[in-house]
């Protein structure tokens, strides 16, 4: 079973930051393309359950989602096996349980236990 460990989340007024982190392990650091993915505990909308906010490659190149375009900054720490995920501007609707793992992944694919952010208006 892969290594996964996400950290960095908490509460916070909108409008508030937060650093995630995600300690990955080496198999998947050195040749993945990494994400961060979220669940919303009461999603609604049809689709898949976890959504892809923000990946970056092994060349460091990013991709955001178009709901965090601006606001959230993904990058990676070589010598620490590490995806980091800066959120500046919080908004409720960002409020979610945030995941780290390869891109893409599958719901039966190994997958941390993730670290809970919630936004108060």
């Known amino acids: 079973q892969v290594q996964l460990v996400e950290s960095g989340g908490g509460v916070v007024q909108a409008g508030g930051s937060l650093r995630l982190s995600c300690a990955a392990a080496e198999i998947l650091f050195n040749n993945e393309a990494m994400g961060w993915y979220r669940q919303a505990r009461y999603r609604q909308a049809p689709g898949p359950q976890r959504?892809?906010?923000?990946?970056?490659?092994?060349?460091?190149?990013?991709n955001y989602s178009h709901s965090v375009q601006g606001r959230f900054t993904i990058s990676r720490d070589n010598a620490r096996k590490t995806i980091y995920l800066q959120m500046n501007n919080l908004k409720p609707e960002d409020s979610a349980v945030y995941y780290c793992?390869?891109?893409?992944?599958?719901?039966?694919?190994?997958w941390g236990r993730g670290t809970q952010v919630t936004v108060s208006d």
């Open positions: 959504e892809l906010v923000a990946a970056i490659t092994t060349s460091d190149f990013t």
């Open positions: 793992n390869k891109v893409p992944a599958n719901s039966w694919d190994s």
